[in-house]
T-cell receptor
Framework: AQSVTQLGSHVSVSEGALVLLRCNYS??????LFWYVQYPNQGLQLLLK??????LVKGINGFEAEFKKSETSFHLTKPSAHMSDAAEYFC????????????FGQGTRLTINP | KAGVTQTPRYLIKTRGQQVTLSCSPI?????VSWYQQTPGQGLQFLFE???????NKGNFPGRFSGRQFSNSRSEMNVSTLELGDSALYLC?????????????FGSGTRLTVV
């Protein structure tokens, strides 16, 4: 069975500082990996996805993530935080072959301090 | 290009009642999935439809059901509502049969059971 662990339910950084949100996954088959962002009272917006091509994936709003198979990780980073980045972030995994569903982590709430 | 549309946005129901939620996917998308989001359990997969066929179902009781129409619009139904069914219900659509593309989510229907 697949699973996702997001380390840290709350992360707080200063505006302009590095953002690092951690995600580790468990999958018995090659995975697809995703990061989604959710703003209050809204649905989920896809930030980026890993689909077995390049291990360093660039997404929207300056975010990027690196797939590390040996560490089963897919951490999300942004070099310089902006106030508008304050939101909840979800890491998700799905199987390349098989069940067409996303398994989500518990989410990380990102707070940006001025 | 219109996004995924979910109606209604908010709903208040009484225990024991039933409810139907609607989802209109992005034009051309044939896969529709439903997720339940609660503070305690996070994001959980309900079911997924492709070309009017349910392909996958999550671990929810039989009170939760869904269907997809020939125009790819989908509905989910919850019968005999319980307080614990209060949640944000998210619909997501995808063009591809596989997960590589990534799902586009709607803004959700906030269901409150009183």
């Amino acid at each position: 069975a697949q699973s996702v662990t997001q380390l840290g339910s709350h992360v707080s950084v200063s505006e302009g500082a590095l953002v690092l949100l951690r995600c580790n996954y468990s999958s018995s088959v090659p995975p697809y990996l995703f990061w989604y962002v959710q703003y209050p009272n809204q649905g989920l917006q896809l930030l980026l996805k890993y689909t077995s091509a390049a291990t360093l994936v660039k997404g929207i709003n300056g975010f990027e993530a690196e797939f590390k198979k040996s560490e089963t990780s897919f951490h999300l980073t942004k070099p310089s935080a902006h106030m508008s980045d304050a939101a909840e972030y979800f890491c998700a995994v799905s199987e390349i072959q098989g069940a067409q569903k996303l398994v989500f982590g518990q989410g990380t709430r990102l707070t940006i301090n001025p | 290009k219109a996004g995924v549309t979910q109606t209604p946005r908010y709903l208040i129901k009484t225990r024991g009642q039933q409810v139907t939620l609607s989802c209109s996917p992005i034009s051309g998308h044939r896969s529709v999935s439903w997720y339940q989001q609660t503070p305690g359990q996070g994001l959980q997969f309900l079911f997924e439809y492709f070309s009017e066929t349910q392909r996958n179902k999550g671990n929810f009781p039989g009170r939760f059901s869904g269907r997809q129409f020939s125009n790819s619009r989908s509905e989910m139904n919850v019968s005999t509502l319980e307080l614990g069914d209060s949640a944000l219900y998210l619909c997501a659509s995808s063009f591809s049969e596989t997960q590589g593309i990534g799902y586009t989510f709607g803004s959700g229907t906030r269901l409150t059971v009183v």
